[in-house]
């Protein structure tokens, strides 16, 4: 038995959910090109979780129960008030989704069709979560959802009371299609190896967000979003990534397991973050952001990954740093319940095996002896 460190190269599962192939990155059999191009979120989410597009009534009967789920229980926003003002998002939001399975009565019905609902439950309410603590935080009331509009438009609108502007929302939502599934990435196997020992799907997503939060999964976009704050003018830039290369640090947004030459996500969030800048008519953060890519791919060889331009688009939406992760598993939730549903589908428990290296024949000595 030999280890393989990080599982690198190991396929632990069939899946027929999202594909890499030669760089090419597809949901369903759809390149992730023509999805960023035309499709909305919801109608991502339900490709991912039903396995083909949805007709126009299949698109209004998914938005009608995304609005009529996106509630949260009051208790829970009360308890939130208890909370810290300074907590990790990521951690609040971890706790919160465990704590949304003690207010729903069908948490351990694992059909499919009960999963399948709590999917979509899920889906909606937490944005409405994160928006949540966002506001309590600040010492303000939550907003509660509206009804009819996407999940774009009512995260932006419950973070400020304020109807969002149209470019603010086209940009958040072709950013949650981008992030929304990623064959057997670290999260959404976290979820498949939870559900697969018949636990529930608030464990298994639960799971997912403890293991996104981390600096080399999805946390990974608020360090870049930092790494450039410290960065500040573009002629700090040069010299900030070379003390860091000189260091060998890992420059956060760049590098990944799979993509050798390029994250195909990460071209649709330049040319965003780029458009926004000539919106916002100030392009020091895409201009920086363009000089780290030259001198890392330069000396490196690394590409940015989808981390790397999603860090200056959120920034320039003006959404708080702390909230980059927390929207990454916003669009991450319906691909960890794609393959939640999937797993259940023909499920074995996923117990691989240790290469043991620790001692043998040793014995018990008697704590006086020690
Ligand atoms: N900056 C500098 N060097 C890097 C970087 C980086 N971002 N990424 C990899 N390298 C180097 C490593 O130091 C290593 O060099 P060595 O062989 O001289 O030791 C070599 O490239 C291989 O890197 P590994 O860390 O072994 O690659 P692995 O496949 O294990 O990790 C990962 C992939 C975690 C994405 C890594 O590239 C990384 O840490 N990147 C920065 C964090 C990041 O952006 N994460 C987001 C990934 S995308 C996502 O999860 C949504």
Request: glycine share 6%; aromatic share 8%; net charge negative.
């Amino acid at each position: 038995m030999t280890a393989t460190k990080g599982l690198e190269g190991i396929v632990a599962a069939t899946s027929s959910i999202s594909s890499i192939n030669d760089g090419v990155l597809a949901y369903r059999g759809i390149n992730i090109d023509e999805l960023a191009e035309n499709a909305s979120y919801e109608e991502t989410a339900y490709l991912l979780w039903y396995g083909k597009l949805p007709t126009k009534s299949q698109l209004l009967t998914l938005q009608d129960q995304l609005s009529e789920y996106a509630a949260v229980p009051q208790p829970l926003l009360d308890q939130m008030k208890l909370y810290p003002k300074d907590a990790n998002t990521m951690s609040v939001l971890r706790t919160t989704v465990s704590a949304l399975a003690l207010y729903d009565d069908s948490v351990n019905d694992n059909s499919r069709e009960s999963n399948q609902k709590k999917s979509i439950k899920l889906q909606s309410q937490i944005p409405t979560l994160i928006a949540a603590y966002a506001r309590i935080r600040e010492g303000k009331e939550p907003i509660a959802p509206l009804k009819g509009v996407s999940i774009a438009h009512n995260f932006l609108y419950m973070l400020s009371g304020e109807e969002p502007d149209e470019v603010a929302v086209s940009a958040l939502d072709q950013a949650l299609v981008l992030h929304a599934d990623h064959e057997l990435n670290a999260s959404t196997f976290s979820a498949r190896v939870t559900i697969a020992t018949l636990s529930d799907i608030y464990s298994g997503v639960t799971s997912a967000i403890g293991t996104l939060k981390g600096p080399l999964h999805g946390g990974a976009n608020e360090a870049v979003s930092q790494m450039l704050s410290e960065i500040g003018t573009l002629d700090q830039t040069e010299s900030y990534i070379q003390a860091k290369l000189n260091n060998k640090e890992k420059i956060m947004g760049f590098g990944h397991r799979v993509y050798k030459n390029g994250d195909p996500r990460a071209k649709h969030l330049q040319k965003m973050s780029y458009e926004l800048s000539l919106l916002k008519g100030n392009s020091t953060l895409y201009d920086i952001s363009i000089k780290v890519e030259e001198i890392v791919t330069g000396q490196k060889g690394l590409k940015p990954n989808v981390d790397f331009y999603s860090a200056s688009v959120y920034t320039q939406l003006g959404i708080p740093r702390d909230l980059f992760t927390p929207i990454f598993a916003i669009s991450r939730l319906s691909g960890w319940t794609a393959h939640i549903l999937e797993q259940l589908d023909d499920n074995r428990i996923i117990r691989p095996r240790a290469d043991y290296t620790g001692l043998n024949n040793q014995h018990y000595i008697p704590i006086e002896l020690r």
